[in-house]
């Protein structure tokens, strides 16, 4: 079911105009080469969900193609603030952007919900907190056994979940090891998924720590060696720490983060 | 005596908060540091936990965010991100949680989401990320951060995580499990909650009470035991900067 | 935290008459050990809980050391009934069997509110049929967002939680691999928890699909090779699928189950 | 033409419906073989789960549980039971599931939990499992077991899964998203709902229709395209034999 397809083709069928995507990965496996397409292929209006809208979210919010942006923690992380990010909330550049805002918690089990084929889910969070009322996502909940008073949010489905992976078999099966994050969730939420990944290998290792997700669940599987630069992928390639500090310097600028894009995401050939 | 800076001092008190603890959930930063110093210096059965789902990482460098590799290539087990959330923090099972912010007020409530209306902030900060979920679940918190009357301030425009008194109710009337914050670590001293107000009960060599009194946005009160933080000794300071080094 | 102490120890420490005891295994490593123990030390009104009670629950049951049976399938696997819980259901023989009923997911998510610290978990399970009912330990909960209808049911939180494993390492950490079951679920959930292991090693290996649990949620290790026995322990011997069809005959008459736990448990010396 | 007993036929009848399928959710018995048998003579790609948490297992010989060595050991991977109910069952990934029962009635509901009343019963029978969510979620169900005036009976004492209508309302009134019973397969012929209720749709070579009849605790309908299944052809019955050997 999984059909090993290019990049820019996958993109294009999966992504649309107003689409709800959700780009996972957490610090670890971020799929910067899928949004640099999407990017690139100029797809607007979306919804963005990510956890930790961190570089990927200021690339996609700086250049104007986020409406809304469903998240729980927007920062460089160990740096400091996500400018891009900053500027469309403060100033309402280049464009507003609508704010679903959660704790890590509650976030996640939208996801979870999304998964488990149910309508909502249950969790102890938000109690005295000002996140309590922002939107209207955050509801409360009676326990039937004892009368507690919990809170729920709804589930989540994006239109489509976009992962990084190490590795897809031949079958389009994939593997992931190392911090794993919500990305099994993520794809099991989702209406459409694609995965890119590092290698197709004929045949997956023994991995502590590994999770793997069958090929029915995944539409596309696209090979982009080294998609999740400047993230990590344990195995393949290291953190480059250095360019999430020069981020910082990047990013604080409109000029300066528009011409980074053009010529570092815009001009670059298809993966 | 040996040269130490506030934030050395502050860091080595936080890391001897940690002496009898099982296990830390650590953010990034200086609880990041002070975990690290701490299993190396007072409790190397100390187990550290990231809310990337590392559970047990052993570290030999500092991680720049709370998923480098280097932690889930040291842990003793790796577990999703819904797991961590869910089954370890929300279950109850972290003994600290560590806290930073861009504010907190006398209750020990934290800012980390905008300072201004919400709708129009002056300043959009990263926001809630896990760290509403560790003031609720942990069984005790440490909060670490720069003491200034811009940091410790009267009111919150904005709540993140609850200390011990938020919105008109205790944290136990809002249902939190966890015990909140237990200790306040400034670069000037630290703060207890005496029926939930923070109060000064340490204050580190060589500040005076005028400093701290001057740097908080509040009228502070200070314990009638307050006392002096002992000052960093050769051997803490030498592997924290060792630690900060590599 | 995790003590390593003989299986004898850690019965008499852990569990008390009336304990609410949780034995599981889902077919793979099933604590029989820690089982035998409890009937040496002729631990009684207990309830069990159990996924599947099968021959475990059927030795438990048919010595009388089980008031109430909390449990979603009570079968002889791939053999047919279990007859010392027939009896005990049907007859009232050694003692009346108090049942709540549940499906697989409905109990599984009993436990995994337990482990997650919540009150209640929902699901979508129940609807239509005649489970709904038989006992208040399933209740309906309306979706805030919704409005539809769903079932709740409560944490389970066991006094004692009992699983084997492969291994401990030297600080009591355990690692399970093959079906991993709601081993996890339940040491989670538990108020205590014991945990019988083939072996203790200095060192995890590298396993797919294994699972490890950290030493500070386990009370009590106990080093008890072949602990799962006549159940299988993946890395360590087969399933003796000769004595599950076996049991059919020995379980089948009242006496000849008495003389055979006489003979095979009660007789044997501490493991 | 080669021989085979109604029991073949069944199985052979119950693999052939696995022909275009995408994942099946595997009980152990007639289900298994079945579906195994399936794996080697039409749809090598059929990707087998079982409620033990193995996904895609490839066994080499038959397994006597849900939960054997060879299908953890031959599987693409293994989930815990928590998630293979929550997030692939519940989540609507389950293209057919398989189910027997001790007895069915004509909407197709089964009953696998008691015989006589719940709290004084005749019969214990061992319980749910995992069938009532294999019935509410899979895509489809395929329901096997044999065909006697005690298994098909007019009215279940109780309901363990629910067919197409139970307790006064049809499966989508109680919200159930699977489709529920298309076909159920017996040592006689097949059964397919129309409107909810089933009718003898296919009936196999050499059984005759009185037969059936005789075996329904009920008046069964029959449906207005009977059809003889096609019997069972010489490779098949030789790799279901070699299948039952190992």
């Known amino acids: 079911m999984a059909r090993l397809i290019p990049l820019a083709t996958a993109i294009a069928e999966l992504v649309a105009p107003g689409s709800t995507v959700a780009l996972e990965g957490f610090t670890h496996l971020i799929p910067f080469a899928a949004a640099a397409e999407i990017i690139r292929q100029r797809i607007g209006h979306l919804t963005l969900v990510r956890l930790t809208p961190d570089l990927v979210a200021d690339w996609l ?10 998240f729980s923690w927007g ?8 400018h891009r990010f900053r500027d469309s909330v403060q100033q309402g550049w280049p464009r507003p952007l609508e704010l679903e805002e959660h704790s890590h918690a509650g976030l996640v089990n939208r996801y979870v919900a999304g998964a488990a084929g149910l309508p909502f889910a249950v969790l102890r969070a938000y109690a005295g907190t000002s996140l309590n009322g922002i939107h209207p996502n955050i509801r409360s909940i009676t326990c039937p056994f004892t009368g507690e008073e919990l809170a729920a949010v709804p589930a989540l489905n994006p239109d489509v979940g976009i992962v990084h992976a190490q590795q897809a078999d031949r079958d389009g099966n994939v593997m992931i090891w190392g911090i794993t994050g919500v990305q099994k969730e993520v794809i099991l939420a989702s209406k459409r998924s694609l995965v890119t990944v590092e290698e197709v290998v004929d045949e997956f290792g023994e991995h502590a720590n590994s ?24 195995g393949y390639y290291d953190r480059d720490n250095d360019f999430y500090l020069a981020w910082d310097r990047i990013a604080r600028d409109r000029d300066g983060f528009l011409a980074w894009i053009r010529e570092h995401v815009e001009r670059r050939a298809d993966a | 005596m040996p040269e130490f800076s506030a934030r050395e001092m502050m860091i080595i008190a936080a890391a001897r908060a940690l002496r009898d603890e099982h296990n830390c959930f650590v953010g990034i930063g ?66 600290v949680g560590f ?3 861009a504010q907190i007020d006398r209750y020990g ?22 760290a509403p979920d560790i003031a609720a679940f942990a069984k005790e918190v440490f909060v670490v951060l720069d003491q200034s009357v811009r940091s410790f301030v009267p009111e ?45 009960r340490w204050i580190h060599p ?18 009638p035991d307050l006392a002096c933080t002992s000052e960093p000794e050769e051997w803490e300071l030498k592997e924290l900067r060792r630690l900060e080094e590599r």
């Open chain 1, 61 to 70: 919010i700086g250049v104007g193609l986020v409406d809304r942006l469903i």
């Open chain 1, 75 to 82: 920062g460089n992380p160990g740096v400091g603030s996500l």
């Open chain 1, 211 to 234: 999770i793997r997700i069958p090929e029915f669940l995944i539409d596309a599987v696209a090979v982009v060696p080294g998609g999740a630069r400047p993230s990590y992928a344990s």
């Open chain 2, 30 to 95: 200086v609880p990041s540091v002070a975990a690290n110093l701490a299993r190396r210096l007072y409790n190397p059965s100390l187990m550290l936990i990231y809310e990337s789902g590392c559970i047990g990482a052993k570290p030999t460098r500092l991680p720049l965010s709370i998923g480098d590799s280097e932690l889930s290539d040291t842990s003793m087990t790796v577990v999703s991100v819904p797991e961590i959330f869910n089954y370890w923090l929300q279950g109850g099972k972290v003994d």
């Open chain 2, 99 to 101: 806290l930073g912010a």
């Open chain 2, 109 to 130: 409530n934290l800012n980390s989401t905008v300072i201004g209306d919400y709708d129009h902030p002056t300043v959009r900060l990263p926001g809630a990320g896990g």
């Open chain 2, 156 to 200: 919150l425009g904005f709540v993140t995580s609850v200390g011990h008194f938020a919105h008109g109710r205790t944290r136990h009337e809002w249902g939190l499990p966890g015990g909140g914050p237990t200790q306040v670590i400034t670069n000037l001293g630290i703060l207890v909650p005496n029926e939930g107000e923070l109060e000064l």
């Open chain 2, 206 to 223: 060589s500040v005076e009470l005028k400093d701290v009194r001057q740097h908080t946005g509040w009228d502070l009160k200070i314990s």
